[in-house]
């Protein structure tokens, strides 16, 4: 732990001292170029937020970062101090951030880049208008203590680092992880009640706030603006160069390629000429087009490969999870069922979950055809049928990710008439067939986000660090790491979720439908992936979570055996419709069951 | 007011060229490429150089760059689709978003490295003649923009529902993987994509950068992004979409733009587009399938 | 005589292997099916075969002929076509629009009509949608085109990923049918990938296919032993 902290510390040391002394080496059109170069890295890193964290392409940044240097010069050209000028200046680009988003709710992915070049456009010929009448002879005079070049680079370097702190706290809390939610597995960021339009306009707004906060301190050390270049459209596709060859999410990589591109060539120029003024931007570009086709990650990605071989001595736990006794793991973990949820909606009903009439249908195809069926409270129902049989439909119908008609109750209380972000706080937690989670970020990151309903603070509060987010935080880890727990996953919360195998992260998601306190469980091939042996031990666990921790579920399973076995009764679909229920045994025995679904046996080998 | 609406009309008619090359390569490979300006641009630039510099000892005529246009603007086409965009496929729609403003970026950056900021004069391929109908004067490269849009548009469509290369790029289209099981040479639709675009694109900016009266770098690309803003509207998968949006836009641009100001202009356009994309994400024609 | 052996072959995606060393054959004019219960590696097997994923080792022969890492469009041309999971609809194009992709890599324009007439006469149904949109079909009509569109080439061997796949029983005794007619009167090979037990009514040889491994295999008559044991097998562990 230690040794692999002792490099970072020195470097980081070593940055800091650099940064605060820089100022005595340098002269003052060196420093000013460094100040008005960390103006951009301010614009880089609100839009990273976009970009890197929630996937969203905005191409008109540079049109922003001119939003808030002529708001911030509105105001301080009027009177304003330049805190009020500042304050102004990050709210009035965040406002505007907002409205270029706007599509992005009803729109995914390349269209909504396409609403902000439509604004990019707009907004750069704005200033040829105003030029002359608004801000020809008015000038935003600094106080005293701000007036020197040097105390604008300390506000500069101030400004980053302050930025820079906040990104962490969006990254480290509910904020960021519904950002992440939004960009990583979109569609159903909902299952962990994460309500994607808000999220993206969340997104917008705090990219528009940081990129303001750039635009003012541009717009204080100009004073005044008589050249629109870098508010222009290049400037705004240089932009989104330097967040992908800095490397999304990568703060301190953005940092290099924007210093790279708008304090070096400056500095360099008076010893090579000016000429490396244009080509230092033509070889980022070209690096660039490199990055995006060899090394997705960026400038990030490198340095985050020299780290790990820098600090490869310590050794990589076991990837699978560590043997546990299911039912004392489970006793152990009973605190994982308290949970904020009123009491109206906690009380023993009889039948937890009933779906009548319910079906699904995509274009010409019927997915799920009147299927009606009934969950107990506190038992295991499994959900059986050959491929395309509609299990997963019937899955995304209570998740609400299908188009569905019918009737879905749960505790009495119509499901399909309500927003399906509010399921999971409503105690309905569910996996994917395919891995519902962001891969990206780590076990401990992931089991926190499906608790997402839980941390009920103002996601600001969380990023900001105010208030109750911090206590909520604290709690919410310690709930994390009691799930990873049940499961002998707790020696990989660190990791990667990525860099696991494929059954593990199955666990892993298991374990963070379990944390995210559901009454309701419901879970879509839980043994895929899994040895045999695991498979098995799967049931015990299934037992243990419905005897200890008082769940039910209901388990999409090809594993015959593990039906049979842990089931207290079962659907069988085939063709979107249902044909059998009953105890597993009942079930299985009928020959309409046999003749849809041939499950694994455990065959011998023939001749 | 018939040569304001002409001369919108001329814009409009570039616009959709460019527009109908992004249609193309989307219908073909579902990558919105931001490249397909620069890349003509590119190609201008090196033709008028040549006009003004000679090459190898001969002036070749302002004709012949509008034709070198084209051909450095399909190669480029080509070389992008083999080096950048085919690595990508398989990779999330925004890489390979990226990966083309990188290719538009870079060559833009380039132009202002070789030639420096100061405008290129970009004299008429077809000649400076003109016509008088009805008191409104004509320049003879503003109806060839008009009869060449003309010409593309019908000559992409027929291709697309006529011929069987056409059947394999919409097949391409809807799904990549059948289409290679069924014996579509999909690497092939791609390249062809590219290349045509890039031809577009060549021809759109020797004319464009008439009517403009010059060329500078990135100013394909703003035309592109105004065309984008049109094809959004028309709706992204939809040619004939594309194609009334990109005039729609073009005459906004070429008669509000004139009468008016720039300034307006872009605001419409703006206002346009958020409103379309809130109100029918797909665009006024496009399929279901752009907005999903 | 062997039209596709499949020797050894490893495969997977990126660092996951899914195949660890599946052989198999394909006679002239014979119906193969392969089985497997869901993530046994049966598609990973067909994805690999017809080039779309890359093989870690082993091989692939059509005549004789090394095929291993070829693509799907040059195996088209070859004679081998891949009806896919799900049925592989061109959502956007009308029927007969499907249709005429599948004949794409055929140049003789009559043989093209041939095809299409043939097909026409065995899916009247085709031929009274043929400027409907594939996505809006039914199920049952979609695994009709799937199978009509994959004749158009006039292949030599059909590789039938999943018919049953969302099919009702009766819908995929049907689609089970028209594959035994296509390879009945035009002498089509077909590889049935299938985990429904009632493709081995159509097998001239099985194999079973588990975790990644052939587990077991069996020709003429052996093939109703082995139905006869997958259900057992699947009834003794169920019940």
């Not at chain 1, 599509?103 to 396409?114: D, E, F, K, S």
Request: hydrophobic letters at 50%; charged letters at 15%; a neutral charge.
């Amino acid at each position: 732990m230690s040794r692999r902290d002792l490099p970072s510390r020195v470097s980081g040391l070593a940055l800091i001292t650099v940064v605060l002394l820089a100022p005595a080496f340098m002269n003052v059109p060196q420093t000013a170029i460094v100040t008005s170069a960390s103006c951009v890295a301010l614009v880089a890193l609100g839009l990273d937020v976009l970009v890197g964290s929630t996937g969203q392409l905005s191409l008109a940044h540079a049109a922003l970062f001119g939003v808030g240097c002529f708001s911030a010069l509105g105001l301080g050209t009027h009177g304003a101090p330049w805190l009020l000028a500042f304050a102004g200046a990050a709210a009035m680009t965040s406002l505007t951030a907002v409205v270029v988003g706007l599509p992005a709710l009803r729109i995914r992915g390349l269209q909504v880049a396409i609403a902000s070049l439509a604004f990019q456009q707009f907004a750069q010929q704005i200033p040829n208008k105003w030029d002359q009448v608004k801000f020809v002879g008015k000038t935003f005079d600094p106080p005293s203590y701000l007036a020197g070049v040097t105390s604008q680079y300390y506000l500069g370097v101030a400004l980053v680092v302050g930025v820079l702190l906040v990104l962490a706290g969006l990254r480290r809390t509910r904020g960021g992880r519904s950002l992440l939610a939004v960009r990583d597995v979109e569609q159903r960021a909902v299952a962990f009640g994460v309500a994607t339009g808000r999220t993206k306009l969340f997104a917008y707004a705090v990219s528009g706030a940081i990129t303001g906060l750039g635009g003012a301190l541009f717009a204080l050390q100009q004073t005044s603006v008589s050249d629109t270049q870098p508010f222009i459209l290049r400037e705004s596709l240089l932009l989104v160069a330097i967040v992908v060859v800095g490397g999304a999410r990568s703060p301190i990589g953005i940092l290099i390629a924007a210093f790279a591109t708008k304090a070096v060539p400056g500095l360099l120029a008076p010893q090579f000429g000016s000429g490396i003024q244009l080509l230092i931007p033509v070889i980022l570009a070209g690096v660039l087009v490199l990055s995006v086709v060899l090394q997705p990650e960026g400038i990030g990605g490198v340095l985050r490969g020299l780290r790990d071989e820098l600090g490869a001595v310590t050794e990589r736990p076991v990837p699978r999870p560590l043997a546990t006794d299911p039912v004392l793991a489970a006793a152990r973990a009973r605190s994982l069922r308290e949970v904020p949820r009123p009491l109206t909606q906690r009380l023993p009903v009889p039948a937890l979950l009933v779906a009548s009439q319910v079906s699904v249908r995509y274009g010409g195809v019927v997915a799920l055809a009147d299927v009606d069926l009934e969950v107990r409270r506190n038992e295991i129902v499994g959900l059986i049928g050959a491929n395309g049989a509609g299990k997963s439909t019937l899955f995304n119908a209570v998740s609400g990710l299908a188009p569905t008609t019918g009737s879905i109750t749960y505790r009495g209380r119509e499901l399909l008439t309500a927003p399906a972000a509010g399921r999971s706080a409503r105690g309905v937690a569910r996996t994917f067939q395919d891995m519902g989670l962001v891969r990206a970020e780590t076990v401990r990151e992931n089991v926190l986000l499906a608790q997402g309903w839980m941390a009920q603070y103002p996601a600001v509060t969380g990023m900001l660090a105010l208030g109750a987010a911090v206590s909520t935080e604290r709690e919410l880890r310690h709930r994390a790491d009691q799930a990873l727990e049940l499961f002998g996953l707790e020696h990989l919360a660190d990791e990667r979720l990525g860099d696991l195998p494929y059954g593990t992260m199955r666990i892993v998601e298991i374990a963070a439908a379990v944390a995210s306190g559901p009454d309701l469980l419901m879970l879509d091939e839980a043994s895929a992936g899994l040895t045999p042996e695991e498979a098995h031990a799967l049931g015990d666990r299934f037992r243990a979570l419905r005897d200890e921790l008082g769940l039910t579920l209901v388990v999409i399973e090809h594993h015959v055996p593990l039906i049979a076995d842990t089931c207290d009764y079962c659907y069988c679909l085939e063709s979107g419709a249902l044909i059998a229920e009953g105890t597993p045994a009942q079930v299985t025995a009928q020959p309409r069951v046999v003749e849809s679904f041939l499950g694994r046996g455990t065959l011998e080998p023939v001749g | 007011m018939l040569s304001a609406l002409v001369l919108g009309l001329a814009y409009a008619s570039a616009y959709s060229m460019l527009a109908l090359a992004v249609v193309l390569i989307y219908s073909g490979t579902r990558v919105l490429s931001l490249a397909v300006g620069e890349i003509g641009a590119f190609g201008l630039y090196a033709g008028l150089w040549s006009h003004d510099n000679g090459l190898l000892g001969v002036r070749p005529p302002v004709f012949a760059a509008a034709l070198v246009a084209m051909l450095i603007g399909g190669v480029l086409g080509l070389v992008v689709e083999r080096l950048v965009m085919r690595p990508l496929l398989g990779r999330p729609a925004l890489d390979s978003l990226v990966a083309t403003l990188a290719v538009a970026l870079f060559l833009a950056l380039l132009e202002l490295k070789l030639y420096g900021l100061d405008p290129f004069p970009a004299p008429s391929p077809v000649g400076d003649g003109s016509v008088e109908i009805g008191g409104a004067t004509l320049t003879v490269t503003e109806m060839t923009l008009l009869g060449l849009a003309a010409v593309v548009a019908l000559g992409l469509w027929l291709f697309l529902t006529r011929t069987s290369f056409g059947l394999a790029t919409r097949a391409t289209t809807s799904d990549p993987t059948v289409a290679r099981l069924l014996g579509v040479p999909v690497n092939r639709v791609y390249v062809f994509s590219w290349g045509v675009a890039g031809l577009l694109s060549g021809a759109a900016a020797a004319l464009l950068a008439n009517l403009t009266g010059s060329l500078t770098p990135f100013s394909l690309t703003s035309a592109l992004l105004s065309a984008l803003a049109g094809a959004v509207i028309g709706g992204l998968d939809s040619l004939g979409g594309a194609v009334v949006g990109s005039l729609a836009v073009g005459l906004v641009n070429g008669i509000v733009g004139s009468r008016v100001d720039p300034t307006t202009s872009a605001g419409v356009i703006f206002v346009a587009v958020l409103v379309v994309l809130v109100v029918r994400p797909r665009g006024l024609l496009g399929s279901a399938r752009v907005a999903a | 005589m062997t039209l596709l052996e499949v020797r050894d072959l490893c495969s997977g995606y990126g660092s996951l292997q899914v195949l660890f060393g599946v052989s198999l054959e394909v006679g002239e004019g014979e119906v193969v099916a392969l089985m497997g219960s869901n993530g046994a590696g049966k598609t990973t097997t067909l994805r690999t075969v017809t080039g779309l994923l890359r093989a870690m080792s082993g091989t692939v022969h059509l005549d004789g002929r090394p095929v291993t890492g070829t693509t799907p469009e040059r195996l088209v041309s070859a004679g081998v076509v891949m009806v896919p999971e799900g049925r592989g609809m061109l959502r956007d194009l009308t029927v007969a629009e499907n249709l005429a992709v599948g004949a794409y890599s055929v140049t003789d324009k009559l043989q093209v009509g041939a095809s299409l007439d043939r097909v026409y006469a065995t899916f009247p149904i085709l031929h009274e949608r043929r400027e409907q949109k594939a996505g809006t079909l039914s199920g049952g009509q979609q695994q009709m085109l799937a199978l009509g569109r994959a004749l158009m080439a006039s292949p030599r061997l059909m590789l039938v990923d999943e018919a049953s796949l969302g099919l009702s029983p009766v819908m995929t005794e049907r689609a089970f049918s028209l594959i035994a007619e296509v390879n009945r009167t035009l002498g089509v090979a077909v590889l049935i990938v299938e985990q429904n037990v009632l493709a081995l009514d159509l097998a001239d040889r099985a194999y079973v296919l588990e975790k990644g491994q052939v587990v077991a295999s069996a020709e003429g008559d052996a093939v109703r032993t082995m139905q006869g044991r997958l259900r057992t097998a699947y009834l003794g562990t169920a019940v």
